[in-house]
């Protein structure tokens, strides 16, 4: 868990997919890993070669996630709104 101080603001969301086994038809997330505008990251799980980096367009800040899930988070993206 992270506490954002004041002004403090989520610039980019770190997601890794990857396949559990070689007989699995759809990847799962294995990392996340958020950065913030004073510089300060949480992450969780184990990177993988396959990554995407959701970053804030200028003005705008990181203010949820969205995704899907089963037995296990299968998808996660960013959800931008205006910097407050």
Not at 12 to 39: I, M, W
Not at 51 to 67: E, F, L, N, Q, R
């Amino acid at each position: 868990m992270i506490t954002l101080a004041q002004g403090e603001y989520v610039t980019a969301l770190k997601v890794c997919r990857d396949y559990r086994s070689d007989f699995e038809f759809e990847s799962r997330v294995f990392y996340a890993r958020v950065a913030t505008s004073n510089g300060r990251t949480i992450e969780v799980g184990t990177p993988s070669t396959k990554c995407t980096t959701h970053s804030a367009p200028d003005g705008m800040a990181i203010v949820g996630v969205h995704g899907r899930s089963g037995k296990e988070i299968d998808g996660l993206g960013a959800i931008y709104g205006p910097r407050r």
